[in-house]
Nanobody
């Protein structure tokens, strides 16, 4: 089973920006919806954003709308999550996953979960 990888996490001050990437080494996911989820310590995993196979449809959690932008470049087999105006409450492990379904926020409809990347926002 192909596992997605998510380079790009790190430590940033509040108000700063980070860009996460999601890739599938050696495989293509150009026909899949890709979703980003995050999990903070002691909290449930929550949906962040998702993008359809051709980028024509996107979805965002209310908490990140207007600050985060999801995009994809199928020629590079990569999905990006640009995170601006970061807040301490954005601190979490961010993971990407693929789905056979249309854009949705249900974690149980995603597969090929990556290991996740830590994003820490200091105040």
């Amino acid at each position: 089973q192909v596992q997605l990888v998510e380079p790009g996490g790190g430590l940033v001050q509040a108000g700063g920006s980070l860009r996460l990437s999601c890739a599938a080494p050696g495989r293509t996911f150009s026909s899949s919806t890709i979703g980003w989820f995050r999990q903070a310590p002691g909290k449930e995993r929550e949906f962040v954003s998702a993008i359809s196979w051709n980028g024509g449809a996107t979805s965002y959690a209310d908490s990140v709308k207007g600050r985060f932008t999801i995009s994809r470049d199928n020629t590079k087999n990569t999905v990006y999550l640009q995170m601006n105006s970061l807040k301490p409450e954005d601190t979490a492990v961010y993971s990407c996953a693929a789905s056979y379904y249309a854009v949705n926020a249900r974690a149980d409809q995603y597969r090929n979960w990556g290991q996740g990347t830590q994003v820490t926002v200091s105040s």
